[in-house]
Structure formats: structure tokens, C-alpha cells
């Protein structure tokens, strides 16, 4: 049973996996569903409303699925055995082009509750959003340094509104 928790509940243990093996972007467009892995973006607070913001890279399929949709989700494995730390490490290096990754890693694609994307059912934590916003990364009013380092392939940032947030 799934248990409705305040946004900012877990705050410091998503920025946490953030930056220990990433956490799972869900997206859904038309029968077609996929996973990722950020490491970056995370909860915060934008025009009154909590926000999760999906930093995506313009090379990755689940760019092309977010394009044709208004919702993503976001799973996270708090402290991840062996077993979801090598899940974390195939679906954050492997395409949705090339496989369905729920069935080739054996986790469990699960109904959201209030959007049309699904949750991972492997995971303990899971919030559900609405993208209100998204803007592309302009490289001329980005840190030289930043952009040489880390470009090209520019990120759309995807603002989801978090409509909930559960644990289960
Ligand atoms: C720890 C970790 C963090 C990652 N963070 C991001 C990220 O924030 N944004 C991004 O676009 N790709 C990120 N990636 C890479 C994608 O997860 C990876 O390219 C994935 O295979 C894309 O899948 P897709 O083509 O099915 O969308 C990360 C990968 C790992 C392992």
C-alpha cells in the first residue's frame, strides 16, 4: 500500500543517490514506456510549487519520449543492494531504443497513481510529476569553463510540478 508523504520528506537522501548511482526518470508516450538515470537536477521550489527538475540530454531517447508527453515520474532506490546498483548501472548506460530495459533488468513497471507513467516497483520511493516548464541549456549564457567540460549534447531541464510523492 502506498503511504502519501510531504514533498520534501526524503530531501536529503534523494540528493544523496543523486550522487551515488543516480535515480530512475520514468516516461511514458503512447504505449511506449522507458527508464533513465539522472544524477543531477533534484526537489526544489519554483512559482509556490514543489518541483523536481529532470536534467535530459537532448542524444537520449528518453528526450525524444519526453517531447511527446506532459508527465514524467521518479523512482528512487534508497540504499540500493547489489542487485539495484547494477540495475541503476544498465539503465543509465543502455538505450530504450535498443531494448525494453523493464524487462531486461526484470523490474516491475507499476501504474502511477494520478499521471499516465508508470513507477518502479523495486523501489521504495516515488514521486509523480506534471512538466509545467522546460527550457534548453544556452550555450552563450553557460560558464565557458562548463560548457567545454560538459558540452556538447546540451540537457533540456524538464520542471515537473510534484503532484505526489509516496512511498510503498
Ligand atoms: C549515475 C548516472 C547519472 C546520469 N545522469 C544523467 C543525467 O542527469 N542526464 C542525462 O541526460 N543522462 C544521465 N545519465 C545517462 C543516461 O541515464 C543514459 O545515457 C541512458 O542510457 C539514457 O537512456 P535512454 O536513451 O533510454 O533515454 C546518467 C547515467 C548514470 C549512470
Known amino acids: 500500500m502506498a503511504n502519501d508523504i510531504k514533498y520534501d520528506t526524503f530531501i536529503q537522501e534523494v540528493t544523496h543517490q543523486l550522487g551515488h548511482g543516480g535515480l530512475f526518470l520514468n516516461t511514458k508516450a503512447g504505449d511506449t514506456i522507458n527508464t533513465m538515470v539522472i544524477g543531477w537536477g533534484g526537489i526544489t521550489i519554483f512559482w509556490g510549487k514543489p518541483i ?17 508527453s506532459s508527465e514524467f515520474s521518479v523512482s528512487v532506490p534508497l540504499k540500493p543492494d547489489e542487485n539495484m546498483k547494477k540495475t541503476l548501472a544498465f539503465c543509465g548506460s543502455k538505450s ?73
Open 52 to 68: 523536481f527538475i529532470a536534467p535530459v540530454r537532448q542524444s537520449r531517447y528518453t528526450h525524444e519520449l519526453l517531447e511527446k
Open 96 to 168: 530504450g531504443r535498443d531494448m525494453d530495459k523493464f524487462r531486461k533488468c526484470n523490474i516491475t513497471p507499476v501504474g502511477g497513481r494520478s499521471i499516465d507513467v508508470p513507477i518502479i516497483g523495486e523501489c521504495p520511493l516515488h514521486y509523480e510529476c506534471k512538466i509545467i516548464y522546460k527550457t534548453d541549456i544556452v550555450p552563450n549564457t553557460l560558464d565557458k569553463t562548463i560548457d567545454d567540460k560538459w558540452y556538447p549534447d546540451y540537457h533540456t531541464l524538464y520542471f515537473g510540478e510534484i503532484l505526489n510523492c509516496y512511498t510503498i
